[in-house]
């Protein structure tokens, strides 16, 4: 049973990693904090009777899939930074394609432990099919009570994250009126044939511009136009040569690489693993729970 996409406003190391020197006391610490953590938030489940109470709803991240094994990597290490702002949360995740658990798998896998209830947060920046027709088709397939979240973007926090990468490129915060006037930044997005898709981008690119003070143009990796590479000709013609490329992906993926590529100048990372990712799959999971299910909100922009 799914519930319509409620309505949207706008490389760290794994905890605990073994660590040189004399740090493996500090890492030892880390693990008895999370095991402290995690043992207070079971007993918080127990009321005064000695009857369990029940839990919230269990929270499903489902990523699109990639065959490159880093995009894999970067969305686990995401999920830890999940459970360590939400301690007792169910976190589980859920793959589209691709990639293992497959989303059909991993709601089997909750409806057999008899999990009641379940939101479902698409790793994905962007309106289209995958949100519209794939998710809520995969989730009617089961008993599990199910909500589908709005997928990311557009959202301040992506703004944040997309800022971060940049200055990590090289961007720089400060610039003279001439350097101002002659900068750019193609976001390179993945690109749908759905024109909400386009909207979403083109919303998130008009948020960055807010806060870079120079142009921002949204270009694709396939599927939808300008390329980045007509995009970055276009901004060129128009004297701006020194144009970023901000990757609009959450993992590294050849998609990523191909317009990072193209880049004349700085080329940010993916989205990755930034805090503000986890606190906005948290942020999608709470509005999601917090929208009546008999209403189809208006899509805003912020």
Not at 95 to 118: K, Q, V
Request: aromatic share 2%.
């Amino acid at each position: 049973m799914t519930a319509s996409p409620s309505q949207y406003d706008e490389s760290d190391p794994r905890p605990g990693s073994p660590l040189p020197g004399g740090a493996h006391l500090d890492s030892t610490a880390h693990i008895m904090n999370r095991i402290s953590t995690q043992l207070a938030s079971q007993l918080s489940l127990v009321s005064l009777g000695g009857r369990r109470r029940p839990g919230p709803p269990a929270l499903v991240v489902v990523a699109h899939g990639s065959r490159d094994p880093r995009a894999l990597n970067t969305v686990r290490t995401l999920l830890d930074r999940v459970r360590e702002l939400r301690p007792g949360l169910p976190v589980h995740l859920g793959h589209i394609e691709l990639n293992e658990p497959l989303l059909s798998d991993t709601l089997a896998g909750l409806e057999a432990r008899g999990t009641a209830a379940a939101v479902l947060v698409p790793l994905l920046l962007s309106r289209g099919y995958h949100v519209k027709r794939d998710i809520p088709e995969m989730a009617d397939a089961v008993a599990v009570h199910t909500r589908v979240a709005a997928p990311l973007g557009p959202h301040p926090l992506l703004v944040d994250t997309l800022h971060a990468r940049l200055v990590e490129a090289g961007w720089r915060t400060r610039m003279t009126q001439s350097e101002r006037r002659t900068s750019a930044v193609v976001l390179a997005a993945a690109g749908s044939r759905d024109p909400d898709s386009a909207v979403d981008t083109r919303r998130t690119a008009q948020l960055l511009a807010e806060r870079l003070g120079v142009p921002v143009v949204p270009a694709y990796a396939t599927t939808a136009a300008p390329t980045v590479p007509t995009a970055i000709r276009a901004l060129t013609a128009r004297g701006r040569h020194r144009i970023a490329v901000a990757s609009y992906f959450t993992a590294p993926g050849r998609f990523a690489t191909e317009c990072a590529q193209a880049a004349p100048w700085i080329a940010s990372a993916p989205l990755g693993t930034h805090e503000a990712m986890a606190r906005l799959i948290l942020h999608r999971y709470d509005q999601a729970l917090t929208t009546p299910v008999s209403t189809t909100p208006e899509l805003a922009s912020a």
